[in-house]
């Protein structure tokens, strides 16, 4: 088992360069099902979600090349197989990116049901409602979908995708990547827009299909029999710089992000503004972020994007711990992504959960202790409050945090902070 210790300390102070996106490499990797060619991505993230994906693709027939740390080249070499198995899925719930690519091309795909996880039930009906209208058949079958295409190829369609809690951005990705094969034209309104859903279109253009609307609510698709290989750079990760900006200004202190996109980052920037953040003009995607003074209180809201994002909600709650004065977060998103308050008031902190929204009130210090990583951004906000709290945290769980930040103890220790990952035997019991 594995803990990471950090001994809260001072300012974090250097530079910092931000990896590829963990949730712009997933949907490209499962688009090269679609490709009759060579597919390369580069800026691809060192991370095990990447690694159990084309674990994945391996078993579909896809052969996967390591070119490198950050680069993968694919082809397809056999449709034979077409099952993604529960041991794989259970792993990552971004499996399910395997269905839309499969049944478009192949005709017949078998795809466990991912399951929940901590930020919720995780539903996908809005996966199979999109395919659905582009006239795949699907039944539950044993904890699997099974989707087929009669006469093996899918039909365009209009299709509705919003959801209750607005876009989806795995059912926009599902139903686009199963729409350019779709025979005639598809339209897809209230997709999701955030910049992971335009670097697929963009790629899946790249690679010949005729997608309109890209970065709007409205993508409109024109389906082509085949598709060739294609190269694309993977985005940097806005989660990652956002989590890296609020670990600058929770500790007073002053870093340079590398190759960061601010411009997917405005709500986030917005918000951190409000605190008492700086952020320096773009130069060569490079930003400066600080924070000079105390850290303000706010009231923000996640939202699909261009709003707050969902996966930034644990890190800023864990900052405003420490804030001079009252903050409330509510969750549009996941409203039960809140596991993280129980671990935070372990730590100290002065928070509570009003049904889908968390209230913070600043505290002056935070204590080091145990703490659980309930999701892989949870895990991260719990590393960011040992940054600053008091003596030494240990961070249990880890595997969720390495599912979505690169190095992060050495990215963490470049910056100055005081943190280690220690291996300990799985007889190791946290204290009741
Ligand atoms: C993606 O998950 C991200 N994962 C999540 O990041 C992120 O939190 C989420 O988008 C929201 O931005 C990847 O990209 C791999 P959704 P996804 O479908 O696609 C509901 C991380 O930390 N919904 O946009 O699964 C759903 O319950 C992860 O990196 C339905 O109701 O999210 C949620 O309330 C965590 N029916 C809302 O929509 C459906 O069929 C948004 O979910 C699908 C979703």
Redesign the pocket.
């Known amino acids: 088992m594995e803990h990471l210790v950090v001994t809260g300390g001072g300012p974090l102070e250097g530079s910092v360069r931000i990896s590829g996106s963990?949730?712009g490499a997933?949907?490209l990797l499962a688009a090269t099902l679609l490709s009759d060619g060579r597919c390369t991505l580069t800026n691809v993230p060192n991370l095990t979600?990447i690694g159990n994906l084309c674990e994945l693709l391996s078993e579909v027939g896809v052969s996967v090349d390591r070119l490198g740390p950050h680069a993968i080249s694919t082809r397809v070499t056999s449709e034979a197989n077409s099952v993604a198995r529960y041991e794989l899925v259970s792993r990552m719930?971004?499996s399910i990116y395997l269905l839309g690519p499969l049944v478009a091309k192949r005709g017949f795909a078998r795809v466990s049901l991912p399951g929940g996880c901590v930020?919720?039930?995780?539903?996908?009906?809005?996966?199979?409602?999109g395919l659905r209208a582009l006239g795949a058949e699907i039944e539950l079958d044993h904890g699997y979908i099974v989707a087929k295409a009669p006469k093996g190829r899918l039909q365009g369609n209009r299709v509705f995708l919003g959801?209750?809690?607005?876009?989806?951005?795995?059912?926009t990705?599902n139903v686009l990547m199963a729409a350019v094969l779709a025979d005639g034209k598809s339209v897809i309104e209230g997709a999701?827009c955030?910049p992971?859903v335009v670097e697929l279109a963009n790629f899946l253009n790249a690679m010949g299909a005729t997608i309109e609307g890209i970065g709007t609510p409205r993508l409109v698709i024109t389906g082509v029999p085949s598709l060739g290989g294609a190269r694309q750079r993977v985005i940097p990760d806005r989660?990652e710089a956002g989590t890296y900006a609020i670990a600058a200004g929770m500790t007073g202190g002053d870093v340079r992000l590398e190759d960061v996109r601010l411009d997917h980052l405005g709500a986030v920037v917005d918000t951190l503004e409000k605190v008492g953040f700086e952020f320096s003009e773009p130069e060569e995607d490079v930003v400066r972020v600080r924070c000079p003074g105390p850290l303000q209180p706010v009231r923000t809201t996640t939202l699909?994007?261009p709003g707050y994002?969902?996966?930034l909600q644990s890190p800023l709650i864990a900052m405003l711990t420490k804030a001079d004065g009252i903050s409330v977060v509510s969750e549009k998103?996941?409203p039960d992504r809140f596991m993280h308050l129980a671990e935070l008031q372990r730590m100290g902190a002065d928070v509570m959960k009003e049904g889908s929204s968390a209230v913070i009130r600043g505290v002056e210090r935070l204590k080091g202790t145990d703490v659980d990583a309930t999701?892989?951004?949870a895990g991260a906000a719990l590393v960011l409050a040992g940054l600053v709290a008091e003596g030494t945290t240990r961070l249990h769980k880890v595997y969720h945090v390495d599912r979505?930040y690169e190095d992060f103890e050495a990215k963490l220790t470049g910056l100055g902070a005081n943190i280690h990952r220690e291996i300990v035997s799985a007889s190791y019991k946290r204290a009741a």
């Open positions: 963990k949730n997933l949907p979600d719930r971004a930020i919720g039930l995780r539903p996908v009906d809005l996966h199979l409602k959801g209750p809690m607005g876009s989806s951005v795995g059912a990705c999701a955030e992971e989660i699909t994007y994002p969902t996966d998103i996941y999701d892989l951004r979505g």
